[in-house]
């Protein structure tokens, strides 16, 4: 009859994991009070030459475990000299912890499920609040990386701004995350500015062009970028003598859009033929057959736009012609930004301006493809 009884308490306790819990606070506690005893040297009330110190008293630590939270009584010596090898261990482990969340934050996963995950590995359940709390240790290191002093000269600049969704005020914007990369005169590029802005103005960008050249950006001869009159206006205040390439690849689309579809096949192809010319003279000159296409398609108006702003796309032939090829579009930020948007589609809309500048800027200062030589 009585081991019936205790079956029954057994089922019943784990079941609701009581039981397992239970069990593993008494046997922390045993452990956790005869270290004390070896510290001191003496058992409780025990009298003794061999004791190292007098007893204080005790006070509650809790203990995270993979069957439940555990709450336990730590001994205290009056000198304050006892300190548990179980502690030192755990907080080893909840940093383990803090980076692990972290890192599974920045290659993809939800906040929510990060929680799930801890639930399952670690027997605590951790909300996507406290995630975010956590992820929030990074704010210290990115700060200084994105403020950090540009003690090289960076020849040639690189800009581009994706959209994302930012909830502000009980509204849910469009917010701006603009990117610089920096190349030096070997060849390096480097990312060497990340801001979230609220538009494309000139106002939004002489502020971060003004934060560049506080932080030293110097020798700047070059810069591309898609066609945006606020950048071009901050551009020229900050450094009025730089060529300013728009980029090729944006100025293709754009050029697209402006044609019928039945057009766009052989529009693209003569715009391509252009941008593949050697030279700036070659280049200009097979400008024509595509004057003529598009005046045989009753494109007058194409036409004078394309006079008025395919030149901007010719400033790469003032570089090297090794250089060409790279240096013609922003290309490299795009890459970089599907590795962006693949990571932010899941957050789909960010809580506040902070986190988004957090985990944008956390991607940007992970090692990628862009450390590499022109």
Known sequence: MEHTKKVEMFQASSSNNDFLRNGMQHLVQDALNAAFDRFIGVDKYERSDERHGSRNGS?????????GSLTLKVCRDREGKFH???????QRSEKALVLSITEM??????????GDIAETLCGFT??????????KQLDVVLEKWRTRDLVVDYQYLEFDARYEKVREDGRVISKA?????GITVEGMREIIGCYVINSESFEEWDACFASLKKRGLKGVIYVVSDENAGLRAALKKHFQSVLLQRCQVHFMRNFTAK???SEQAEGVKLLQNIFAASSKKEALVRIQPLRTFLCDH????????????????????????????KMKSTNMIERFNQELKRRSRVVRIFP?????LRLLSALSHIPHPLRAQL
Request: charged content about 30%; proline content about 3%; glycine content about 2%.
């Open 59 to 67: 006070y509650e630590r809790g203990l995270n475990t993979r069957v």
């Open 84 to 90: 548990p090898a179980l502690f030192e261990r755990y």
């Open 105 to 114: 934050y920045l290659h993809g996963v939800s906040t929510r499920k990060v």
């Open 126 to 135: 951790l909300s996507k609040d406290q995630v975010s709390d956590m992820t």
């Open 177 to 181: 995350f603009v990117t610089a990369i």
């Open 259 to 261: 044609l019928a579809k």
């Open 298 to 325: 009753k494109k007058e108006n194409v036409v004078q736009w394309l006079e008025d702003s395919i030149e901007d796309t010719l400033m790469v032939y003032e570089l090297p012609e090794t250089h060409h090829k």
């Open 352 to 356: 506040n301006e902070a986190s988004c």
